[in-house]
């Protein structure tokens, strides 16, 4: 199968999950609904797991992941910033629009630019700066139905939209989190890590969250487990897809293409939630997708 598609297969089920979490868990609370997106996964990825590596190679791979300072420090940072940002994401499409708070995921590669900028002094090409402007006007397109109130009303709204504030703080800490997930990649067997690292996170999650917002784990999975465990089959999807995909194709490629999730979560908004001027914030996403297209080959 083509990387393209593959990689589309990716976008579609990132969507499809926050689609289907907000739909089914969104009246549970942000919390349950974090438990839900790191939980369900569990299963298809442990057989994802099973059917890849044999008990020895596991084995293996396992023992020399554990043995290696470097990524179990690299992991030990990861944890807690996916789960921060996990929490913010819930929250932001709990209470705000996909159609407007998904788009914003876009800032994340713009933000990696900057922060090479001005913490490695790497200077951004023209094609990364034009990226950066297009994703900063597409963010100002997504509320461009109050322009109408002045020409700088788009940007306050934008900062008026509690679910968009909640995502702009997402992108700021995956901006992050990309790269120690791309430094522990390379440290073990790329497929182990997939598959580990998100069975990981969801035992890391429901613990973290319970001592604090007491979400209920067995009580979700005993009232829930159909929602849960479709829930579940989109982001081991994903993650199937995601891997494949980048086994097959440049990383920037890959990561350009997948990220045409803003406008599947677009389309989701309206035929979920029959979320309103759908077509401006289609405009205004696919606007900032280009711009992550060329923040994703600003280097070729």
């Not at 009580?219 to 849960?228: E, K, Q």
């Not at 086994?247 to 677009?266: D, E, N, Q």
């Amino acid at each position: 199968m083509p990387w393209w598609i593959l990689s589309l297969a990716a976008a579609f089920s990132v969507a499809l999950g926050d689609a289907l979490n907000k739909k089914f868990f969104a009246k549970e609370g942000m919390a349950r609904m974090a438990v839900a997106r790191t939980l369900g996964p569990i299963p298809f990825l442990i057989l994802f797991l099973l059917t890849l590596y044999s008990p020895k190679a596991y084995l293996h791979f396992t023992l020399s992941a554990l043995g290696n300072p470097e990524f179990l420090k690299t992991v030990g940072l990861l944890l807690p910033l996916e789960t921060l940002a996990l929490i913010l994401y819930m929250e932001a499409i709990r209470v705000s629009p996909l159609s407007l708070t998904l788009p914003l995921l876009s800032f994340t590669p713009a933000l990696i630019v900057l922060t090479g900028y001005l913490v490695l002094g790497e200077e951004p090409s023209r094609r990364g700066l034009s990226g950066i402007l297009l994703v900063v006007l597409g963010s100002y397109l997504l509320h461009l139905p109050a322009l109408s109130e002045g020409p700088l009303a788009p940007f306050r709204a934008l900062f008026r939209e509690r679910g968009s504030v909640l995502m702009l703080g997402v992108a700021v800490i995956y901006s992050v989190t990309s790269v120690l997930g791309k430094k522990a990649l390379l440290l073990t067997d790329p497929l182990w890590f997939a598959g580990t690292y998100f069975v990981i996170l969801g035992i890391f999650v429901p613990l973290v969250l319970s001592p604090i917002f007491r979400p209920g784990v067995l009580s979700l999975v005993s009232r829930r487990p159909g929602p849960l465990l479709l829930l579940g089959l989109t982001q081991a999807a994903m993650v199937v897809f995601h891997m494949k995909a980048m086994s097959l194709a440049p990383a920037a490629y890959m990561i350009a293409v997948k990220r045409t999730s803003i406008l599947f979560g677009v389309l989701f908004g309206g035929a979920f939630f029959r979320e309103t001027h759908l077509k401006v914030r289609f405009f205004a996403a696919a606007v900032m997708l280009c711009g992550v297209f060329l923040l994703s080959t600003a280097s070729w």
